[in-house]
């Protein structure tokens, strides 16, 4: 019996049934052997030696995986195909004893009979240069967490963290925030005008004067524009028609895929990444049991295998026709610096269609299922084509311009569309104009704009940020993101990620002393240099020493400086209910709260809003109804009468009563629905 040692218990079931019976399959459920969490670990004298411990909660696991490996005739070690699987890998031959030079280690990119057969003919060693660019990375950033958080817990509030990516992506949000602060609107008038010809309305725009472009920037220009052309004809003076092709966009990368599932289909990054992870380890599917259906998740490459491209384009010419095929297999260049170790994601087989699947999946496993599958056909699908007419109408010395736009053949947007691609189809479909023409004019509109300041980021945005600017890599994305809002340093507004002020706090002081570390140019140099490790071209330890040698000075100026950013305690006329006190205003992690004055002695704490908005009126007593916090910095909803009224709703109240029971209704997400019944619109 051979054993082959995994990661994911999700994958056992699907692995065996590919194996056989000469094989057992062993979990371990992720890391079993690393940096201990409650201390340092790194031996900054000597070669920044880690120290690495059995996790504590894995020591049964070992034991057993031990028994398992003594009897077996071979191991073979099959985790994750990445820098971190590799390193696990490494730290499972370390406790079993085996040499990493041997042959142990196999991997795979899909979780499919072919690929899992053909990996088992492919052993390999262990790769010691993926192993060391991960021991670089976790030791550096241990470095970070463990002497920069405790600085800024001193300087700031208690129990912040710091990261090395965590506060460059911070910074971004931060940044951002900003701009859009010190954004001062300009104005602008937009000067349209409605046509009529054949029964087909068309509208035009005011582009330019006396041959130069034109921008109305107030109501005096505009009521001269319309003055001059008041009661003047409108006349074509120009036509073009030109043709243009739209190509297909590239397979999915793992931030692409978390793009366009935050766009599209309004996932979360942590709701994605646990749906992508489901799909790729397999999943229950009625009558055939057990099924992967995806390629592995974390990945940089758009490179597809040469049988799943010819098989795409078998499956194109079948289903949509052969003019649906381009001439040759389309193929997508990689980003410069990407890894390019796996394929880009894609279905592991084409036949398992959305359809043939959607009654065995979740509501977000189909619909990622379907985005991942759609975006890999289209992307071997023949270029969508259009016919353009631009038309230039004269009034008098000034020109308007219409635009039109006809779909002369689908290509790949039969199957997907780019986000933007709706919005392409609601330009104007013109009618059959000819030059010297003059054209119906049914009004003439103005309206007033003002420039907007640039957007804030999203997740699916501040993703794709990181990955231009070459921060971070695809496993560590979503963690990193995630992360900001967890720890109460931004929030979110709807989609948007907001900093909070204790976010613009830390943004400020790590740009005070830290700036040249905790930068996005410093930090992707720093991928640079881990990439380098990976390839060979680095020795581990010389990238983490000049890390260190850069570091290490700044900390000690930060930690002598007398400058700190606490908050200083508000005394407000609150009393406690507890010892009588004083109340007074405090700021800790998650924002302010009220604690007591006779502190230690009284640890009694309170919510505190500063700024209470009225949300609706108490189902309970007619009072208002706030919202606060709890100490964890989670909100919810309660009547002003904290102690005479004992209102709670995790939900928005909407100060409206359910027509079939009579309780109370809430807001959750863009559903009403009833706080006991089933009632929702």
Not at 235 to 243: A, L, M, Q, W
Not at 311 to 327: H, S
Not at 483 to 490: G, H, K, M, P, Q
Not at 618 to 628: I, R, T
Request: glycine share 4%.
């Amino acid at each position: 019996m051979k054993l082959v040692v995994i990661e994911a218990p999700a994958k056992r079931e699907t692995l065996k049934k590919y194996l056989g019976n000469g094989y057992e399959v062993f979990a371990t459920k992720g890391h079993i052997r690393d940096l201990p969490a409650k201390s340092f670990s790194i031996d900054l004298n000597h070669n920044y030696e880690p120290y690495y411990e059995i996790n504590p909660d894995k020591k049964e696991l070992i034991s057993e995986l031990k028994k398992k490996a003594s009897k077996a005739e071979e191991v073979l070690i099959a985790t994750d195909p990445d820098r971190e699987g590799e390193a696990i890998s490494w730290h499972v031959a370390y406790v079993l004893g085996l040499d990493p030079n041997t042959k142990c280690r196999i991997q795979f990119n899909e979780i499919s009979k072919k690929a899992v057969l053909k990996a088992l003919t492919e052993p390999r060693v262990i790769d010691i240069n993926l192993v060391n660019a991960q021991q670089a990375r976790r030791v550096m950033d241990r470095i970070v967490g463990y002497k920069l958080s405790p600085i800024l817990s001193r300087k700031i509030a208690p129990k912040l963290s710091a990261g090395r990516v965590q506060s460059v992506a911070l910074k971004l949000v931060v940044d951002r925030e900003k701009e859009i602060e010190e954004f001062k609107p300009e104005e602008y008038w937009v000067v349209t005008a409605n046509h009529e010809k054949d029964n087909i309305k068309f509208k035009s725009s005011l582009t330019s004067f006396k041959g130069k472009k034109i921008k109305p920037v107030n109501k005096d220009e505009v009521d001269k524009i319309l003055s001059a052309i008041k009661g003047v004809d409108f006349e074509v003076s120009n036509i073009k028609k030109s043709n243009t092709k739209s190509h297909a966009p590239a397979p999915f990368t793992t931030s692409t895929m978390q793009q366009d599932a935050g766009s599209k289909l309004g996932l979360t990054l942590k709701r994605t990444t646990s749906c992508a992870q489901e799909l790729y380890e397999g999943v229950e599917i009625e009558g055939e049991g057990k099924i992967a259906l995806i390629t592995y998740i974390r990945t940089d490459s758009t490179r597809v295998s040469v049988d799943a491209q010819n098989a795409c384009r078998d499956f194109i010419a079948e289903k949509y026709g052969k003019n649906y095929v381009p001439a040759k297999p389309n193929i997508y260049a990689s980003k410069k610096n990407a890894q390019d170790a796996h394929e880009a994601i894609r279905p592991i087989s084409l036949q398992m269609t959305p359809e043939r699947v959607k009654s065995s999946l979740n509501k977000d496993n189909y619909k990622l299922y379907k985005l991942i599958y759609d975006r890999f056909v289209a992307s071997q699908m023949s270029e969508a084509q259009y016919s353009n007419v631009n038309v230039s109408l004269r009034a008098g010395e000034y020109e308007f311009k219409a635009v039109g736009k006809t779909l002369e053949f689908a290509g790949y947007t039969a199957v997907y569309k780019d986000v933007l691609e709706d919005e392409k189809q609601e330009i104007n479909k013109l009618p059959k104009l000819e030059e010297n023409e003059k054209v119906k004019v049914l009004e003439i509109k103005e309206e007033q704009k003002f420039t907007k300041p640039p957007a804030r980021f999203t997740e699916a945005s501040l993703v794709k940020a990181m990955e231009e600017k070459g921060i971070g890599r695809p496993a560590t994305y979503a963690a990193t993101i995630t992360i900001l809002t967890a720890r109460n340093y931004c929030i979110k507004e709807g989609k948007n990620l907001v900093p909070t002020e204790l976010g613009k706090k830390i943004c400020d002081y790590l740009e005070k002393f830290f700036s040249k570390i905790i930068n996005v140019k410093f930090t992707a140099h720093m991928e640079n240099r881990l990439d380098d490790i990976a390839e060979n071209k680095d020795e581990w330890h010389s990238v983490v020493d000049s890390f260190w040698n850069g570091f290490k000075d700044l900390l000690k100026n930060a930690d002598a400086s007398s400058l700190t950013m606490k908050s200083q305690p508000i005394e407000t006329d609150i009393v406690c209910d507890k010892c009588g006190h004083k109340m007074l205003i405090r700021e800790g992690r998650y924002g302010k709260f009220l604690g007591c004055s006779n502190f230690p002695k009284c640890r009694n704490i309170m919510p505190y809003e500063d700024d209470k908005k009225t949300i609706a009126k108490c189902p309970n007593c007619g009072k208002n109804v706030y919202s606060f916090k709890t100490k964890h910095g989670k909100t919810f909803y309660a009547c002003e009468d904290r102690k005479g009224c004992n209102f709670m709703s995790w939900d928005i109240p909407t100060g409206e009563k359910c027509p079939n029971c009579g309780k109370f209704l809430v807001k959750h997400g863009k559903v009403i629905k009833c706080s006991s019944c089933d009632y929702k619109v």
